[in-house]
């Protein structure tokens, strides 16, 4: 069947607008779509990074101390004991009595307490934290005690001490009479988070 | 003349669809390109402040559990100079007892006369860590070897 010019021409109308119509709905609708989208997220990104900048430009001091501050932290970390370092400690203590010419008797105790938040009972001078008391019997003379308890006061841990008893048998003015010093000192184990 | 006219018009709409959907797809790549940077840089912002977080989180934990220890903590040792640095000559001290929990400080020995006696309880008294050091009355009546017993107290806040 020979079509006539005009029919052709009909056809070939109809072809391209049909072609026309087709990339229309398959590529520039989508494409058109997808762009104002993405304008629209990309809009909400712009102000939530504006947001997040200010707040970076706020904290960029904190920031910049932070590392400064941490470094300077990691020596006050020691202020507690770790659970299991008692050996250790009990070394230590024993190094110390012996180098301040103190004739020591100790005895150590474990306490466990249940993990909670950091509570101060100041009635009670005491945290609610696990902790390890150290209770000495010390003999030596005063300035000895003194140098121990000086000594126990520069270590890195913090040792609680709530009543020193002195006692000295003697009455005698007799400066090397031999002093009974006791007490407890406590420290700290923290929760290891 | 008609026909062959609709013809180049909608041959040249339909160059212009086309040119505007490749525009449209390119616009739409580099679009989708910034955006993917844009996510990847929040993510690396985020990351960057959780570990800045973390790290002020470990600080503060620190600075907690020491401001908590500051607070029952008690530096013994300036305060036993200060204090052993007041006995007068004329008294010897048998026994001591410091008590940070209530401030107090229990002192007991024997003072050679009744005028060294009222000399410790001046000088205690003129301690910052002390307050009141009251004699019993029947510590004054003897005039010497004063065996002594007293209690050096601080008024809490």
């Known amino acids: 069947m020979k079509l006539s010019f005009k029919q052709q021409l009909l056809v070939l109308i109809g072809v391209i607008t049909a072609l026309t119509l087709l990339v229309a709905v398959v590529i520039v609708i989508p494409a058109v779509r997808t762009i104002l989208e993405l304008g629209q997220e990309i809009s909400q990104l712009q102000v939530f990074l504006e947001r997040q900048y200010q707040k970076t430009q706020q904290l960029r001091r904190s920031a910049q101390a932070v590392d400064e501050l941490t470094l300077q932290i990691k020596r006050l970390d020691g202020a507690g004991m770790k659970k299991g370092d008692e050996l250790d400690m009990i070394k230590r203590l024993e190094e110390l009595a012996a180098a301040s010419h103190i004739e020591q008797t100790l005895v150590v105790n474990f306490t466990e307490i249940p993990a909670a938040p950091l509570l101060v009972e100041a009635k009670s001078q005491t945290l609610n934290q696990s902790h390890y008391t150290f209770s000495f019997l010390n003999q030596g003379r005063f300035d000895d005690h003194l140098r121990f308890l000086r000594a126990l006061e520069a270590a890195p841990e913090y040792f609680i001490i709530r009543q020193l008893n002195w006692e000295k048998r003697q009455h005698s003015a007799a400066v090397a009479a031999p002093i009974t010093l006791r007490f407890d000192a406590i420290v700290y184990v923290w929760p290891s988070n | ?157």
């Open chain 2, 1 to 157: 003349m008609y026909w062959q006219f609709l013809k180049t018009s909608i041959e040249s709409l339909l160059g212009i669809i086309c040119l505007s959907g490749i525009m449209l797809l390119g616009a739409e790549w580099v679009l989708q390109g910034y955006f993917n940077d844009l996510s990847a840089s929040l993510t690396i912002t985020n990351k960057i402040q959780a570990a800045k977080n973390l790290q002020i989180k470990q600080v503060n934990r620190v600075v907690h559990n020491i401001s908590a220890l500051q607070q029952i903590y008690t530096p013994w040792t300036p305060r036993l100079s200060e204090l052993i640095a007041a006995i007068p000559p004329g008294v010897i001290l048998n026994e001591l007892s410091a008590n940070s929990g209530d401030g107090s400080y229990r002192l007991s020995g024997v003072a050679a006369t009744r005028d060294d006696l009222l000399t410790l309880q001046n000088t205690l008294e003129a301690l910052n860590f002390i307050d009141s050091v009251p004699i019993p009355l029947a510590q004054l009546t003897a005039r010497e070897d004063i065996s002594f017993s007293l209690t050096a107290t601080k008024e809490l806040p």
